[in-house]
């Protein structure tokens, strides 16, 4: 771990010392240079302020692009901008068509998410091979970005989608409202870092990955040209392993507050460190009282561009009571575990979780890229039963092509292992494919 970290340490050093124009800065460019803008209401430019009208028609377009807490499987901003002729107000309806095909064998995951945690140890051998589809991450949105006299700058994101997993559901994914410094609404955790997870063909991606939405209040102040921190009160969702008649969970009372703070050099590249602290309630049946117990996580955070063609990927994140949050340990009910040492009381398991990447840009348009990631839980020793989750690890590797600025295709081999506490392993393979269409 202490490798990792100075790892993410040096490598932001010097892709802060670069500050290269990178071939993904490169590909952005060529979204931001694609879209059709519509104007509309009674007031012209004017002569002898065309420049100016430019500059700030080209500042609104970069908005749409500016977000702190952007994924790479994100739809890109609406090719079709309505704006307004004196350039303070732009919206949009975006979205993307995404289709994924994928073919497991040699241990199935059977979901169409590829996650170690669910690697059977004793597998089916109906189920030793399969072949799957699903629309997961097919979605549609609106946003309005303007500027008002009394309230400043201000932002309206809706965003639903197909989430393809279970079904062919169609979900809220976010809903928020930014005015100034201040966001409310439905929107990625504070503690997360979504530009900071590698690309991956699979909706799942690396398995150390904090990717929470909540509802939540959130306040982020840049600090100069290249810092900005931020803290936030968000709507707590904690998972608790119950134990009849012993101790069951309590609904949250306490929201979280999560925090980071940030350097970024360039709109792609940036290192990020942020934390949350949690309240735990749980019920202890034997005693018949209530109790709170705290839970904490610690995420470091990196991409940057070493040359142009190299961007690296990095993080490492670990606490206690925070598993619930991302990653592999989501799937689990984590956060709190029985004591059997003591009927009745819970507490909180360590875990730890890292990932590194590697992109390779042939040209802005073509690259290959590869991470590994790993998830390690750590619960007492003699709290867990043989044949509980313990070690979590995914290996991929895929190439990616944009045919055009919105049309991009791309496959993927994925490997994983899955390890329980009385250390039986096993692994799992995948191949899958995507198409997606940005509008």
Not at 44 to 63: E, F, I, M, N, T
Not at 115 to 133: C, E, K, Q, V, W
Not at 338 to 358: H, I, K, S
Request: hydrophobic content about 40%; overall charge neutral; aromatic content about 12%.
């Amino acid at each position: 771990m202490k490798r990792l970290l100075s790892l993410v340490l040096v490598a932001s050093a010097l892709g802060a010392v670069a500050q290269v124009h990178s071939y993904v800065d490169q590909q952005l460019d060529s979204l931001k240079s694609s879209h059709k803008v519509i104007t509309f209401g009674e007031q012209s430019p004017g002569k002898g302020v065309g420049q100016a009208y430019a500059d700030s028609v080209r500042q609104l377009v970069d908005k749409f692009y500016f977000d702190q807490f952007r994924h790479f499987q994100d739809p890109a901003a609406p090719y079709f901008l309505f704006m307004s002729k004196d350039a303070q107000l732009a919206m949009g309806i975006g979205g993307c068509v995404r289709m994924r095909g994928y073919y497991d064998w040699g241990g199935a995951v059977n979901a169409s998410g590829f996650a170690p945690y669910l690697i059977s140890m004793n597998p089916d051998p109906r189920h030793d091979r399969t072949f799957g589809t699903t629309p997961a991450g097919s979605s549609l949105f609106f946003r309005v970005i303007g500027q008002n006299k009394k309230l400043g700058d201000y932002q309206l994101y809706i965003e639903a989608n197909f989430n393809g997993y279970k079904g062919r559901d169609f979900h809220l994914k976010k809903a928020y409202a930014i005015i100034n410094d201040w966001t409310i609404g439905y929107a990625n955790s504070t503690f997360s870092d979504p530009a900071a997870v590698p690309p991956t063909v699979d909706a799942q991606g690396p398995n150390n990955k904090v990717s929470p939405t909540n509802v939540l209040v959130r306040w982020l102040k840049p600090i100069g040209k290249r810092w900005s921190v931020a803290l936030s009160a968000e709507t707590p969702s904690s998972n608790i392993t119950e134990e009849d008649a012993v101790c069951e969970s309590v609904d949250d009372w306490m929201p979280d507050f999560a925090a980071f703070v940030q350097y970024a050099w360039s709109q792609t590249a940036h290192v990020r460190f942020a934390g949350i602290l949690r309240t735990l309630p749980y019920r202890d049946m034997v005693e018949g009282r209530n109790h709170n117990k705290a839970g904490w996580g610690l995420q470091l955070s990196t991409v940057l561009h070493p040359t142009r063609q190299i961007t690296f990927y990095g993080s490492v994140n670990g606490g206690k009571g925070y598993e619930s949050l991302g990653g592999d340990l989501q799937i689990g009910n984590y956060d709190l575990i029985p004591d059997p040492a003591r009927p009745g009381t819970m507490y909180a398991p360590a875990a730890v979780a890292w990932n590194v990447g590697l992109q390779y840009n042939f040209t802005p348009s073509l690259f290959v890229s590869a991470n590994y990631s790993q998830s390690h839980y750590m619960p007492h020793g003699a709290d867990m039963a043989p044949d509980e989750y313990k070690t979590g690890r995914m290996i991929a590797a895929n190439v990616f092509w944009n045919l055009t600025a919105r049309i991009q295709v791309g496959a993927e081999f994925d490997m994983g292992q899955r390890v329980n506490h009385d250390g039986a392993s096993r692994w799992a393979r995948r191949v899958g494919a995507m198409a997606q269409f940005s509008f």
